[in-house]
């Protein structure tokens, strides 16, 4: 059961800078991670080919640095990475990004199941996985649990915010899977050092996945951000209770009376 | 689109999510407020139900905002799965051409949004907190915070249409029902089969709502960072229990791994709009805030007086929270020595 986990790799801090003409984030230069719920996609895919066998692919859309995550997923023990980068890319919004990498993905061609992470921890939309599902044209099931494959078939158990739900699907199919599915391995040095030495990591650009200008980048992007700005939240002004803290205590405890809370 | 073929988009709908025949409650308070902003331009707010036996609901939407209510009543869509809904929505779409397309950021929403997104080829903003209308360009403006320290991103889909936005639960006022309202129902016959969907739902099990959720609570002691460790949420949960409230967290202790994500409050946890808030080691970072601003009382407990949350706290004590926190406890044990 071959396999492709898309990954991500996001701003360490979240104190970073963004380019007040385009909204973006600027990330050149700021060392990246590998998105950590990403992790956990590259881990069920392991997981699976522990019992399915198959091959497991990285595919990353960013900059040229992304090839660290690309790397580091290597180290846990896929098979290979894939890198798009092209400055065509750049200022993807979620739409963009599923077209380019779904153009990846019909190039690979070879694959049973795609594996996303529910959200990146920067962009936070969770909408990569299930927009690059439509754009496949691909049966999706979000927010994975558990997975299991039986053949042909794929069943998940879906985290819903009050319960969960049991989906089965035919492969081949998209899954975004739950910080809480499993806990990522964390691999040796010796396979970080192998991963770094000897396993390629493939760079393709816009012409080697053959896509329309007009669809990459910011161009292609239908939502902008026009404005991003320091947001100070004010409500009126506080009123500080002074005093050594049993006095402080008492003083609110009476205010909370007062006004009906206790 | 060119400009002409954005103009024959018009109108706001809202997507209704709804749970054994229940709307679920984001989708009232996105009639509400759809209803303001369809009024700033001068459009019916159309509700979109989908469902099996979902007859009982409309009025209620009515009541709430919608002027008209469509209805795609079938038992294949008895259980949300993803295409049957998609499908029923993007063919009604394609056919009325809404401007703007509102839904929920549940579960449900965030799996159903970017589907029909990514068919229409148009934008949807996830997880807005903020929403409004830019009058001069007839767009509407949706905001959340920004990756970052206090950065709100106003985002716009200028060039496609509907504009898509997910919102979440908890951030918008539930309006009052306006039992005077009238509109009118719209039912759609559905043409799908159940051969050419390719999930199947094999089980849902939903916890029983308890009316205790974090989102309902009337009170709520958010703990953050300035706890410490486990302990101070110990601590916390002492004096949560003696005002009867419920424990909250900002995101850092949910990620340092103090307490369940089941209990975060922000852009990224459960909004909240309890009648008291106190805040016991919380910066007040937008993220956070984003969650809980519309909170009656704000009270905040931090040990730096130029902490963010005294920015729009009510009342505040600038303290070590292990000194305070044990000194209210104890408050309130000499009032009310039973407890
Ligand atoms: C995409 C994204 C989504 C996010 N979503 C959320 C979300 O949903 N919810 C959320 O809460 N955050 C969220 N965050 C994180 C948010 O930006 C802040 O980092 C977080 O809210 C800060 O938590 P805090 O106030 O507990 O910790 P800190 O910012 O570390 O603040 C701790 C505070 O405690 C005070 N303090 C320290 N010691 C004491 C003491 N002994 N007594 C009293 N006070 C003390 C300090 O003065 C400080 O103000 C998100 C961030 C990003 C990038
Ligand atoms: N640039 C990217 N390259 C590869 N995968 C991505 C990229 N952006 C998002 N994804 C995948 O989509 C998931 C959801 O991301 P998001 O929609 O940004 O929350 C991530 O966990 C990744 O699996």
Redesign the pocket.
Known sequence: MDMV?????VPETTDIGWDPQTGSLIREGVPGIL?P??KN?LEAALDLREKHGGLITA????PPQ?EEALREALSMGIDRGIL?SDSLFAG?D?LS?SY??GLALEKIARFDLI??????S????????P??AELLNLPQLTCAIEITVNRSAVKIKQKLEDGFRILETCLPALI?VEREINRPRIPAMDSIIEAYRDKKVQVWAGADIGCHTEHLGLKGSPTRSRKVYRKKVKRGEVTILEGEPDEAAKELIQILKQKGLL | MSPDELKEYKGLWVFIEQRNGNPVRVSLELLGKGRTLADQLDVDVTAILVGEGVSGIPEELIYYGADRVIIADDPIARDYRTEVYADIIVEQVLREKPEILLIGATCIGRDLA?RISARLETGCT?DCTELHIDKEMRLIVAAKPFFGRNLMADFICPFRRPQMATVRPGVMELKAQDRKRKGKLICVDLNLKEEDIRVTVLETVRSAPDGTSLEEADKVVVGGMGLGDVKGFEMLKELADLLRAKVGATSLPVDAGWISKDYQVGQTGKAIRPRLYIGCGVSGAIQHSAGMIHSELIVAININPKADIFNFADYGIIGDVNEIVPALIKELHEMNPKI
């Open positions: 986990v898309c990954i991500k790799q998105n719920n990403d996609a595919l990353s859309m960013g992304a798009l993807a979620t990004t380019t990498l594996l996303c992470g529910k959200e990146s920067d962009g936070m939309t969770a909408q990569v996985g927009q690059l975004t | 970017p996830a």
